[in-house]
């Protein structure tokens, strides 16, 4: 795969093709939709998409996760309480609007289901971890307590995704509630992960 630059013809081409498929996506399932279909849509060559992205898949998962993130930025409100339930309510509120709905389900549909294909996750579920690790580290920089990465994603993020998953996504007064009991386990000693 080609080291995308960050502007110029890439981004175009990345933002075009980006822009299709949403609209494709807007008309049909994610299985219904081929890497042809995209670069019509785009109006750039198939081949460009191919070296960029290699497959359909890798195309929709890179740009859901895009989308997701754009919907969640990283809050900083001084406290890490603050910063997980804005956070929270956030990714929440996000899965509830019908375009954050969407793009999850194709996060979802697109996700890689072998084991040999790490990368694959890694994309997906990367960004999320990289936000949740940068909130704890902020926490630990300003002296708080603060559970274990995967102890946010357990019992904080998993929640809202399996919510959303099922078709009940969470309300802020339910991140609300796990934000509650992620720190009332942290501060009872109940997680096992250990903070960066």
């Keep these: 795969m080609a080291t995308p630059r960050p502007g110029g013809r890439t981004a175009r081409t990345k933002a075009q093709a980006f822009e299709a498929a949403a609209a494709l996506l807007a008309e049909r399932d994610a299985a219904d939709i081929a890497m042809t279909d995209i ?6 060559a198939a081949t460009s998409l191919y070296r960029r992205w290699g497959d359909v898949r ?9 989308r997701l993130m754009e919907d969640s930025p990283l809050p900083d409100t001084g406290s890490l309480e603050g910063d997980l339930r804005t956070w929270g ?4 509120q996000s899965l ?10 194709i996060l979802i549909a697109t996700a890689p289901t072998e084991d040999a294909d790490r990368v694959g996750r890694i994309t997906a579920l990367g960004p999320r971890i990289q936000q949740i690790y940068d909130l704890i580290t902020r926490a630990l920089e300003r002296g708080e307590p603060a559970p274990g990465v995967m102890d946010v994603t ?43």
């Design 96 to 105: 509830c609007s019908r375009e954050g709905s969407a793009f999850f389900r």
């Design 154 to 196: 357990d019992y904080l993020l998993a929640p809202i995704y399996v919510r959303a998953l099922f078709g009940v996504p969470a309300d802020q007064s339910v991140a609300d509630r796990l934000v509650d009991r992620l720190l009332a386990m942290a501060k009872a000693g109940q997680l096992v992960s250990a903070p960066p």
């Design 58 to 66: 890798s195309l929709l998962t890179e740009m859901a996760v895009e």
């Design 39 to 44: 670069a019509g849509r785009a109006g750039v």
């Design 89 to 92: 309510r956030t990714v929440a």
